[in-house]
C-alpha cells in the first residue's frame, strides 16, 4: 500500500443522504485509524429512525463498510439511506399493520443500512458488498427507489447467484455464500462458467479490473443541488402499450434482443426484514397492462387473485388472521355500475290518477302501468 493509501485509510470521509429528511452530512469519521466521537453521533442521527426522530449507536464496522464500497466505486455523490436505524416501536408497528419484520432484525440493532448510489449501477454495488462477505446482502432492483442491503451480521445474499454468476465473481473457487442450487461453488465452477459464458465472463472480469485501480478519496457534495421542477404534471404514455412477459433468467433486454415485447425484472425472494416488498402496489396498475383500458379485459381474464394464505406461510404466520378487504375499487366500483339492467323510467304518478280515494280502482283506459317486481 503507498503512503497515500495508507493515509486514505487511516482517515476517512464520507457523505451521507437521508432521502425521508433531505438532510446531507459530510464527515471525516476516522482519524489516524481511530473513530472520532463526535461524528460517529452525527452519523447516528442521520441514520436514525425517522418516523420517530429517535437515533441509535450504529455499529462503526456498519460504516466502515459503506466508505469501503463507496470508496472502491468511486462514487461521487452522497450515499443515499434509503433506511438506517429502525427503533423497536416502529418495528413493532410495521409488524402490525403490514406483518413479517424479524423481532430482532439487523435494522433494529444498528447493523443495518439500505443504500442507492445514484451515480453507480446497482449490479456493482452489489457485488463490491458481496466479494467482502463481511455480512447479509439483497438486491432489491424493482423497488420503488432500487437499493442494495447490507449488514455486519452472519454471510448470507438474497436472492442467491446462479452458480456461475457465483463462481466467477469469486474466481479462487471458494465463499462463504452460496448458490441457487445450495452446493458450494469450487474452481471447476469457475472453469466451466468461463468456458460458457464469455459474456458474463467478460463483464465480471472488468469489474474486477475495474475495483483494482488505484483511486484517491473523492470529497463528495455536501449539498443536495435543488429537484428540477416540472413543467407540467405527469400523463399516462399513449396507448397502445407493449405487452410485457415475465423474462427469462438469461432474457436480453428488449433493445439487444429486437423484441419489441417488454421484459419484466423477477421479484426479489422474500426477505424477512423488508415484507413491504411483496405488496408494493403504488397505484391501480391492471387497466395499464393491455392494449385497452377495460378491466375485463381478455389479456387479465386468467389471472387470479393472490392467495393471502401462501404470503403468511411463507412469512411462516400460518396461524394469524387474513385481512379482509371488502371495499372495491374505483374500477370496480365503475364496471359493477355499468353491468346494471337500464330501462325506461316508471311514471308512478300515473298511479294517484288511477285509483280513486278509499277505493280500487283501473288505470283509465287506453293506459297502461308498469310495475315493479316485489
Do not use: C
Amino acid at each position: 500500500m503507498t503512503a497515500s493509501g495508507a493515509a486514505a485509510e487511516a482517515e476517512r470521509t464520507l457523505s451521507l443522504y437521508n432521502i425521508h429528511t433531505k438532510e446531507t452530512l459530510t464527515t471525516t469519521f476516522k482519524k489516524g485509524g481511530k473513530y472520532v466521537s463526535e461524528e460517529m453521533q452525527k452519523i447516528n442521527w442521520i441514520l436514525r429512525d425517522w418516523r420517530r426522530d429517535e437515533p441509535t449507536t450504529m455499529e462503526p464496522q456498519l460504516i466502515d463498510l459503506l466508505w469501503e464500497v463507496h470508496t472502491e466505486l468511486g462514487s461521487k455523490e452522497p450515499i443515499h439511506i434509503i433506511s438506517g436505524y429502525r427503533s423497536k416501536n416502529t418495528n413493532e408497528m410495521l409488524r402490525r399493520t403490514v406483518g413479517g419484520q424479524a423481532s430482532q432484525s439487523r435494522h433494529i440493532l444498528g447493523k443495518a443500512a439500505d443504500v442507492h448510489f445514484p451515480d453507480i449501477p446497482l449490479k456493482l454495488l452489489r457485488y463490491s458488498a458481496l466479494i467482502r462477505e463481511k455480512g447479509g446482502v439483497g438486491f432489491y432492483p424493482t423497488s420503488n427507489i432500487p437499493f442494495v442491503h447490507m449488514d455486519i451480521d452472519r454471510v448470507r445474499t438474497w436472492p442467491k447467484l446462479p452458480r456461475a454468476e457465483l463462481a466467477l465473481l469469486f474466481p479462487g473457487g471458494r465463499t462463504q455464500h452460496v448458490p441457487q442450487d445450495g452446493r458450494p461453488i469450487t474452481l471447476a465452477d469457475v472453469r466451466e462458467a468461463r468456458a460458457r459464458q464469455p459474456d458474463l465472463f467478460a463483464q465480471i472480469s472488468e469489474f474486477h479490473d475495474y475495483r483494482k485501480r488505484p483511486r484517491t478519496p473523492v470529497m463528495t457534495a455536501s449539498l443536495i443541488p435543488p429537484l428540477p421542477k416540472l413543467l407540467r404534471a405527469p400523463e399516462p404514455a399513449p396507448r397502445p402499450f407493449t405487452q410485457a412477459s415475465l423474462a427469462s433468467p438469461d432474457a436480453k433486454p428488449a433493445e439487444e434482443s429486437g423484441d419489441r415485447t417488454a421484459t419484466v425484472l423477477a421479484a426479489p425472494a422474500y426477505d424477512e426484514e423488508h415484507p413491504d416488498e411483496l405488496s408494493y402496489r403504488p397505484f391501480p396498475i391492471a387497466p395499464l397492462l393491455t392494449a385497452t383500458a377495460s378491466t375485463d379485459d381478455t389479456a387479465l381474464a386468467a389471472l387470479t387473485h393472490p392467495d393471502v394464505s401462501k404470503v403468511l406461510e411463507l412469512m411462516e404466520l400460518q396461524d394469524a388472521q387474513a385481512p379482509t378487504r371488502l371495499q372495491p375499487g374505483t374500477y370496480d366500483a365503475q364496471k359493477a355500475l355499468a353491468s346494471l339492467p337500464v330501462g325506461a323510467p316508471v311514471d308512478l304518478s300515473v298511479l294517484d290518477k288511477a285509483a280513486p280515494a278509499g277505493g280500487k280502482g283501473a288505470p283509465p283506459e287506453g293506459q297502461k302501468v308498469a310495475s315493479q317486481p316485489q
